[in-house]
């Protein structure tokens, strides 16, 4: 079946930066919008970021403007969040979505702590 796996989170101390990958199986990214959201307990999925298809527009949430970058590469069937300047506030499970109404595809998740 179809499989998304996000993979580079960790722990980083404030001010730090990450990269998350986030790898489809199944499925041809080429097709779908692609976007990235985190979670922390208690709260709903928020989106962090969003990348289109054939024009490759991206846009952001105001919390993380200018810190974080989307991107994707269709050969290798992959999105991208380059995330800069972390702060604590940024700790949360991280999740990648393909999407290409009405189907979506989530991935599992990754753990980014920002921590001193």
């Known amino acids: 079946q179809v499989q998304l796996v996000e993979s580079g989170g960790g722990l980083v101390q404030p001010g730090g930066s990450l990269r998350l990958s986030c790898e489809g199986f199944r499925v041809s990214f080429s097709l779908y919008s692609l976007s990235w959201y985190r979670q922390t307990p208690g709260k709903d999925r928020e989106l962090v970021a969003y990348?289109?298809?054939?024009?490759?527009?991206?846009s952001y949430a105001d919390a993380v403007k200018g810190r974080f970058t989307i991107s994707r590469d269709n050969v290798k069937n992959a999105v991208y969040l380059q995330m800069n300047s972390l702060k604590p506030e940024d700790t949360a499970v991280y999740y990648c979505k393909a999407a290409l109404v009405p189907i979506t595809y989530w991935g599992q998740g990754t753990q980014v702590t920002v921590s001193s």
């Open positions: 990348i289109g298809t054939i024009s490759g527009s991206t």
